[in-house]
């Protein structure tokens, strides 16, 4: 398997923290992502900039990378893993398989991330009736959150095998789903298959208990004079006005378009943020209505 560079992926340095990365990666998967990108590549880019993310958004699973990396390799190299996976030196490590309900929100994932981080094999058998060995294996599988926020079902591949989940309606982080007869065991005695769920990383959204965040990119003038724009969510898009005299970092918040209660409790909302976003002058046209724009606002809008 070939090396890959998922810091030079996202376009970070190596110490880069964890708000650097989120940002880097939320700005790279608006820009490539294929329902608004019209590059050649962009489906290509949109995939490889979800695994990087996939890959250093977890510090157990960036300790690993960073293990590797540091043996001097560069992408295209030729990299063999030791045996049972670098995951075992990571902190906390790889205690199961981890899978992604294809792929993650990005179709399936590279030889390289799904060998260094996916071919650990969990705990062995557990005792079953009667003290005789039960074949329950463990997997960590990562959602899409529109599965979670529909109850719908999604495939993933495992040991070999497709399999069809159905993922409750607002399962959280850290719940199991479990799937019966589909674990190992002798012949005759199948265990049961135990998925711990996590959600996906998403090119658009970022969970915040019951709620979801949106970074909402605006004009200059939108934010000034207010304005009406098509917000997605996860149940569809929506209209949303935008207040004029609106600051960066200002929230908006949206009623029930978060994820679904628990337990019959309230819906989460979805938290829109505003992100003030001067446009690139392309034209002459352009370049003179921020000169002109220069010229009535000068200094003064500039606060200490």
């Given at each position: 398997m070939q090396f890959k560079d998922y810091y030079d992926t996202l376009g970070v340095d190596p110490g880069a923290g964890e708000t650097e990365i989120k940002a880097a990666y939320?700005?790279?998967?608006r820009k490539y992502h294929p329902d608004v990108s019209k590059e050649a590549d962009a489906e290509e880019r949109f995939k490889a900039v979800n695994e990087a993310y996939e890959a250093l958004r977890d510090p157990a699973k960036r300790a690993a990378y960073d293990q590797l990396r540091a043996r001097g390799y560069?992408?295209?190299d030729e990299v063999s893993t030791p045996h049972g996976g670098f995951g075992q030196g990571a902190p906390g490590g790889f205690d199961f398989e981890e899978v992604f309900a294809g792929g993650g929100a990005a179709g399936g994932f590279s030889d390289f991330f799904e060998e260094l981080f996916g071919r650990r094999r969990g705990a062995g058998p557990q005792a079953g009736p009667g003290g005789m060995p039960r074949g329950d294996s463990r997997a960590k599988v990562a959602v899409p959150l529109e599965a979670v926020h529909s109850g719908s079902s999604v495939r993933i591949g495992l040991n070999g095998r497709t399999l069809d989940v159905k993922v409750p309606k607002g399962?959280?982080?850290g719940?199991?789903?479990r799937?019966?007869?589909q674990g190992g065991g002798p012949p005759g005695?199948?265990?049961d298959l135990l998925l711990e769920i996590e959600y996906a990383a998403h090119p658009r959204f970022e969970v915040d208990g019951d709620n979801i965040l949106y970074v909402l990119?605006?004009?200059p003038w939108e934010a000034a004079l207010g304005a009406t724009v098509e917000v997605p969510t996860l149940g569809g898009p929506v209209e949303v006005k935008v207040p004029a005299d609106s600051d960066a970092g200002r929230r908006l918040r949206l009623r029930g378009r978060g994820l679904p209660g628990t337990r019959g409790g309230r819906d989460g909302d979805q938290i829109v943020i505003l992100e003030v976003t001067a446009p690139r002058a392309g034209s002459d046209a352009q370049r003179e209505a921020y000169r002109n724009l220069e010229k009535a606002?000068?200094?003064s809008w500039r606060r200490i």
């Open positions: 939320r700005r790279l998967a560069r992408p295209g399962i959280r982080p719940q199991v789903v799937l019966k007869g005695m199948p265990g990119p605006v004009a606002f000068g200094s």
